[in-house]
């Protein structure tokens, strides 16, 4: 048993709602303050297109090839595209109107890079930047201490405008250590907004996945990223 059915899918979706409203709750916060993007990688058009009847709030893409074929296909029904995976500039021109935002830019060459195919287009395309919080050499981001050189960067360009930060802190059974690293990416999000850059809005803060998403509304997220939770188990045998 992998992907689940719409009815299964209706479900967990409604779980997850309740989840992340008494998370909020919980921590002060308003539940509609906290958005859901479900991750979509490895599921089909058909099933993304099933999804998006559902509350979900956006759809999120960690491959170039998938954003294409769904978006083209029309899979999100209207429902607004993000960008969440590794972006190799030369496939940023791709990803332009087709993502509203780019969740993963993690260094001054990927932002510039950007930048440029942005001004080519005549577009301003926002963006968050993100942050390797554990410090795990497997995951992307960049590392905190090069958030303040980053913005600098972002602050004196044209065509981009960064409307927060986007993190993947390490998941694992030590639940106190886990809500560290979420309050840490919380703490760089609202230092960032605090030095008021130019062309920097520090309204998005997108981390939470399956594993901790409740957590990090406990710790100030206003996205999460959800694809297990919602779409099942993946499985990358067919890919
Ligand atoms: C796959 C993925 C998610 C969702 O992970 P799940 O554990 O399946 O919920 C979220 N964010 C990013 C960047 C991902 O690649």
Known sequence: ?????????RQAVAEIREKMAAAAREAGRDPAAVQLCAACKTRTAQTIAASAALPIDLFGENHVQELCANYDAGAYCGKPSHFIGHLQT?????????????????????LLAIEKEAAKAGIVQDILLEVNIGGEESKTGAAPELLWPLLDTAAAQEHIRVKGLMAIPPVNDDDAQNRRYLAQVYQLFVRAGERGYRNVEMQTLSMGMSGDFENAIREGATLVRIGTAIYGER?????
């Open 90 to 110: 030369n496939k940023i021109k791709k990803v332009l109107g087709r993502a509203s935002l780019i969740q993963s830019v993690d260094s001054e060459h990927l």
């Open 235 to 239: 499985d990358y045998s067919k890919k």
């Open 1 to 9: 048993m992998a992907e689940k059915n719409l009815e299964q899918m």
